[in-house]
Every structure is written in structure tokens, then in C-alpha cells.
């Protein structure tokens, strides 16, 4: 029954859909490192229990070898006991060949038992052979799993290495989309132009004003000559022309 429960789980191991699994499972990494424990560990029972198994076929088959080996030297013992007495009985000594008579009797008695034991056991050292040919079998099977889980598990971290490193470079690529070195240049640009027009803002404010000084000064002198003229008028009579501003530089003195 042990070897019989053992054979079952290594079957169902065996056979055991490792992509529909993997298909369900939410860490596939984590499940597959504990796969390949679980694995290992029942591979390492079944080798234990398959060894045992070959270790009692091995004994039953010693057994089936000497039972024989005993009804072959039982059988060669009774020949020679029935010899024996034939030699007596020829000789007529009848009590001494009734004696070997009776040991070919015994010989031939444990010849007979030797034989049964040997025949009782051909069915189970055939039985246990087609078990342990089995378990052979799926402990193969289960070391070939073994071999596509750890090869699956070694393709899936490499996968998701290269998927998490993909998502760093995205991630990456969005900070930088978040924090664009030229959009910033640009805002300082902008910032400068502002300053710059800030600044044309008050030269053309400054400009502004000093025309509006010279403007006021030329209404200053013009209102001057304005003066000068009335005075030159009044002084000079109503029907004398007033002199221009050119002629009385003229007529002013020299020094």
C-alpha cells in the first residue's frame, strides 16, 4: 500500500499542467521557487521509497534463487538416497535400503517445499518488478518536470527583470515628460522677455517726459519773444514794427 500510494504521487505529480498554473498564480515566481522545493523534496521521498522498493525486490528474488537452488540440491540428495538403497536392496540388505529409501523420502519432501516457496513467490517478485519498473518510470517523469519547472522559473524572472526594468525606463521617461528641461527654459525665456519689455516700458515713459520738458521750454522761450515784442511796442510807439528777436541780437552791443 506505501509503494502503491508513492507510485500515485509521483504520477499525479508527473502530470502535474505547470503552464495552467502558472496561468492562475498571482506571484509566479514565488509559486514557482516553492514548486521547485516541493518537487525537489518529493523527488528525494520517491528516490528514498523507490530504492526500498528495489532493496525488497532484490531480497525476493535472493529467496526465489536459494529456494530453487535448495529443491535442486534436495532433489540431488534424494537421487542419492534412492541410489543407495537400490545398492543395498540389490545386496540384500533390506533394513539398510528401507533406510535410504525413507531420507529419499525427506530429500524429496523439502524438495517439494523449496519448490512451493520458490513457485509462491514468481507471482510477487513479478508483481513488485512491474512496480518498481514504474516508479522508475515516474520518477523519470518527475525529473523531467523538474527540469521544465526550474527552466520556466528561470525564463519568468528573467521576464519580469526585464518588464520591471521597461517600467523604471517608462517611469523615467515620465518624470522627465513631467519635468521637461525646455518647458523650464522656456518660462525663464518668457520671464526675460517680460523684463525686457518692462524696461522698453520705462525708457519709452523717460523719453516720454524729456520731450515733454524740451516741448515746455520751447512754449518758455517762445513766450519770451512774445513779451519782448509787446515791450519793444510800447516803447517804440504803436506804429513802429517790432524787431525780431534776430534784430535785437543785432543791435544788442558787443563787448
Known amino acids: 500500500m506505501v509503494k502503491q500510494s508513492i507510485f500515485g504521487r509521483i504520477a499525479t505529480l508527473a502530470k502535474a499542467n505547470i503552464n495552467a498554473m502558472l496561468d492562475q498564480a498571482e506571484d509566479p515566481q514565488k509559486m514557482l521557487d516553492q514548486m521547485v522545493r516541493d518537487y525537489s523534496n518529493s523527488i528525494a521521498e520517491a528516490e528514498s521509497a523507490v530504492a526500498q522498493t528495489i532493496g525488497n525486490l532484490r531480497m525476493l528474488q535472493e529467496d526465489y534463487n536459494e529456494d530453487r537452488e535448495n529443491a535442486r540440491n534436495w532433489g540431488n540428495k534424494a537421487l542419492a538416497a534412492s ?20 531420507l529419499a523420502k525427506v530429500a524429496i519432501q523439502r524438495q517439494i517445499t523449496a519448490e512451493n516457496e520458490a513457485k509462491g513467490a514468481e507471482p510477487t517478485i513479478a508483481s513488485q518488478t512491474e512496480i518498481v519498473e514504474k516508479l522508475k518510470t515516474g520518477l523519470n517523469q518527475m525529473k523531467g518536470k523538474l527540469n521544465e519547472l526550474t527552466s520556466k522559473r528561470d525564463e519568468l524572472i528573467a521576464r519580469s527583470r526585464t518588464a520591471a526594468a521597461q517600467a523604471q525606463v517608462h517611469d523615467a521617461m515620465k518624470s522627465i515628460d513631467f519635468m521637461d528641461p525646455t518647458s523650464e527654459v522656456g518660462r525663464f525665456e518668457e520671464k526675460i522677455r517680460r523684463e525686457e519689455a518692462r524696461v522698453l516700458g520705462q525708457a519709452e515713459l523717460a523719453n516720454s517726459s524729456l520731450d515733454a520738458q524740451f516741448e515746455s521750454l520751447e512754449d518758455l522761450g517762445e513766450q519770451s519773444e512774445i513779451e519782448a515784442r509787446l515791450a519793444a511796442l510800447k516803447s517804440g510807439g504803436s506804429g513802429a514794427e517790432a524787431p525780431s528777436a534776430i534784430e535785437q541780437g543785432a543791435d544788442s552791443p558787443k563787448y
Open 83 to 102: 541410489k543407495k538403497a537400490d545398492e543395498y536392496r540389490s545386496s540384500g540388505d533390506v533394513p539398510d535400503a528401507e533406510k535410504f529409501d525413507n
